[in-house]
C-alpha cells in the first residue's frame, strides 16, 4: 500500500506538531496516515461520542448495570475506520479544490504524496474494517448502519452546490446517534430520535465554526458553506444551534428518563456550549480550531454522566411532574 511518491508528505496546516505519525510511524505509510487523519484524531472523537452517547442511553433506559462495553469498543474501531475512509473518499473527490485552499493543500493526494488509485485502495481497506465492525452488531443495527451510506457518499460533493453542506455532515455524523440504539434495543424510539436530531444542529454549529478557517479561501474558489453564508452573524447561529442541541438533548434524556449524573452530564455540556460561544472569534482561525476541537471535551462531559448512571442508578422520575 505504501508509495514512493509519498514517503515524505508536506505538512498539514490543522495537525498538531510532533504528534505520533511524525514522530513513530514508518514513512512509506504517514502518506497514508495522514490521509485517515489519524494525526488529528478529533474527527474520530466527534463521529464516535453520539454512539458512545446512544448506547448509554439505551443503557440506562434497558437498566443495564453499565454501558455494553464490547459495543464502546466496536463503535471505536468503527469510527476511526469510517472515519478515515470518509476523509479519503473527501480527498479523493476534493483533489483540484484542495490544492487551491491554503489550509488543504497539504493533504496526501493533493500534493501528490499518494496517487488516486492508491487512495482508492486505501478507502476500500478502510471501508473493509468498518464492514467487518458493522458486520459484528444486531441485524437491525447492520441494516440502520446500510441506510447511512448514501449521505456519506455525497457529502463532499454538497459545498458545490447548496450554502448549506454542513447540514449534510450533521446527517451523517450524528448516525451514532441512532446506532447505539439500535444495537441495545433492536428498534428505534423517540429517545434515540431527539438524540439524533440535536446530534445534527451540534453538528452544524460545529463545523460552522470550523469553516471559518477557509472562508476567504472557499470564497475564492467558488465552493460554498455556512460560514459565508451566517458571515458576521455566525457567533448568533450557532448559540441558535447549540440552544436547540440542549433542548433536544434534555428532551431526550427525559423521554428515559435519566438520574441526576445525566442531568449533571448535560448541564456541563451547556455550559461548554455557552463558553464556546463567547470564546468564539470568527476571524481568528487558530481560536476557531481550537474552540472547534473543544467539542470533544464537551462530548466527554456528557457521556461521563451518562456512563454514570448505569453505574450508580439514581433516576430522577419520581422528580417529574
Not at 474501531?77 to 469510517?82: I, K, L, P, T, Y
Not at 450524528?174 to 445534527?200: E, K
Not at 472569534?281 to 454522566?305: E, M, Q, Y
Amino acid at each position: 500500500m505504501s508509495s514512493s511518491e509519498g514517503a515524505t508528505a508536506p505538512p498539514i496546516a490543522d495537525a498538531p506538531r510532533g504528534n505520533w505519525v511524525e514522530r513513530v510511524a514508518p514513512a512509506p505509510l504517514r502518506p497514508y496516515l495522514r490521509l485517515a487523519r489519524l494525526d488529528r484524531p478529533i474527527g474520530s472523537w466527534l463521529l464516535l461520542l453520539p454512539c458512545w452517547w446512544s448506547t448509554s442511553l439505551a443503557a440506562i433506559a434497558n437498566d443495564a448495570p453499565h454501558p455494553d462495553l464490547k459495543l464502546l469498543v466496536l463503535f471505536a474501531v468503527g469510527a476511526v475506520a469510517m472515519r478515515g475512509a470518509g476523509c479519503t473518499w473527501n480527498d479523493i473527490l476534493d483533489r483540484k479544490i484542495d490544492r487551491q485552499v491554503a489550509r488543504t493543500r497539504g493533504r496526501p493526494i493533493a500534493s501528490g504524496a499518494v496517487s488516486v488509485p492508491a487512495a482508492f485502495a486505501f478507502l476500500v481497506l478502510q471501508a473493509l474494517i468498518g464492514l467487518a465492525v458493522l458486520l459484528s452488531l444486531p441485524h437491525f443495527a447492520i441494516v440502520t448502519g446500510l441506510a447511512s451510506l448514501g449521505v456519506v457518499a455525497v457529502y463532499p460533493l454538497m459545498k458545490r452546490v447548496t450554502s448549506v453542506p454542513q447540514l449534510i455532515l450533521g446527517i451523517a455524523f450524528s448516525w451514532g446517534a441512532l446506532m447505539g440504539w439500535a444495537a441495545v434495543m433492536r428498534t428505534i424510539a423517540d429517545p434515540a430520535l431527539l438524540l439524533f436530531a440535536g446530534c445534527v444542529l451540534w453538528v452544524f454549529a460545529y463545523d460552522t465554526i470550523y469553516a471559518h478557517q477557509d472562508k476567504e479561501d472557499d470564497a475564492i474558489v467558488g465552493v460554498r458553506s455556512t460560514a459565508l453564508l451566517f458571515g458576521r452573524a455566525s457567533a448568533l447561529a450557532v448559540g441558535i444551534c447549540y440552544a436547540f442541541v440542549v433542548a433536544l438533548f434534555a428532551a431526550a434524556l427525559l423521554s428515559v428518563p435519566v438520574g441526576v449524573f445525566s442531568v449533571l452530564g448535560l448541564i456541563g455540556f451547556a455550559l461548554h456550549l455557552c463558553w464556546q460561544v463567547l470564546r468564539l472569534d470568527i476571524d481568528d482561525p487558530a481560536r476557531c480550531l481550537a474552540v472547534f476541537k473543544s467539542n470533544r471535551d464537551a462530548g466527554l462531559i456528557l457521556f461521563a454522566g451518562l456512563a454514570l448512571d448505569t453505574l450508580i442508578p439514581n433516576t430522577i422520575a419520581p422528580l417529574l411532574p
